[in-house]
């Protein structure tokens, strides 16, 4: 609980913004950021099939595939385990997805499908050092326990599981968690419980929740979540290949001001935002009050931790002239890389990593 007041009028805890009902898929009203970790009530919730109900003595994690000694191990076994913790920012790579013109389908996600949160549980490598790999394992596939049939074409023959592999060499790195608990709480069912895996640094859809098995294969793994959905067009020397999604792109959003807001001229006003890479840590945060004519340095308000994102902020002193303004955040990584300008079409409706402009109003209230 976030405020104890509960008159009619007064602040009250903040919730979450419904995008679809059924299954789940809430997200936060971004300019509710505060803290550099998000509170679990805040954090966006994406489920593409209902929550499963998991019991914790039943459950089971079964490794298998192309390992020398398949593994089935209990909840509370994992939890016995050696754990680590660590800070990682998930983002859905749909996020940021009504700013796209012309519109496309898909949960019109605002900012709010991003969370920076702390999470503890088990490295992945651990129970794959144990299973031992067979020396031709190429990826390790995550498999959740929830079923059901996709809503977008094409459509699968059947209903499927949520299932999406990464690369054998980011999964044996130790950040990769299997994870129980959640901002020091045990994860709550919609973010997975009992068990969720964190790949830090990539979008959020690699970050498989219910976790029921982890499949090492020999052959790079084909699934609806990976090539129909959450996939992208690459060119391979001239010729349009698809690929999964991976890593997250580098990516900054205003929380405030918020879209529309109306703003008195001639005043100080803190612009508050985040910044997050995938694979590199972002070290400059460039705004500009005049749709991208003019550029000046924000501050950033946490240190670099990678896979974290970091809060920054911009004391602004609103124009004097009334007005309609558009606010722009623009990120640069350790790399010398920075945003694009626009959206590649070649995510589709994934990959809103452009700076999104937040639109205000000055005038005297
Ligand atoms: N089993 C399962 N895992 C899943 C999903 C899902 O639908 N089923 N959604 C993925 C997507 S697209 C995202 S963005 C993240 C969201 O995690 P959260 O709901 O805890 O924020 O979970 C990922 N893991
Ligand atoms: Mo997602």
Redesign the pocket.
Known sequence: MRNDNWSCTGVRPAGLIIRQKD??NLEMPFDQLGEFITPTEL???????PT?ELDPVAYRLSIGGAVGKALRLSYAEIRAMPSRTRVAT??????GRVFLVPPVPGAQWELG?V?NAEWTGVPLSLLLERAGLADDVCEIVL????RGMPKEEPKPPGPI????SIPRARAMESDVLIAYQ?NGRD?TP???YPL??IVPGH?????????TNVVATTQPFQGY?QTSD?GYWDDSAGVPVRRPLAEMKLKSQIARPRVYETLEPNRSYCIFGAAWAGDTDVTEISISDDGGASWVQGEFLDPINRHAWRRWKYDWITPTQPGRYTLLARATGADQRTQPDGHDPNFGSYVIDHPLPIEVFVAAL
Do not use: Q, T
Request: net charge neutral; charged share 20%; proline share 5%.
């Open positions: 299954p789940n954090f966006y919730i994406r489920s593409h099939f499963p998930l983002e859905c790579a749909g996020n499908a969370g498999e959740g326990a929830d599981s949520y299932a999406r959640m994860l919609d973010h997975g969720r895996a979008y959020g859809m690699a970050s498989v929740k219910w976790l979540w959450y």
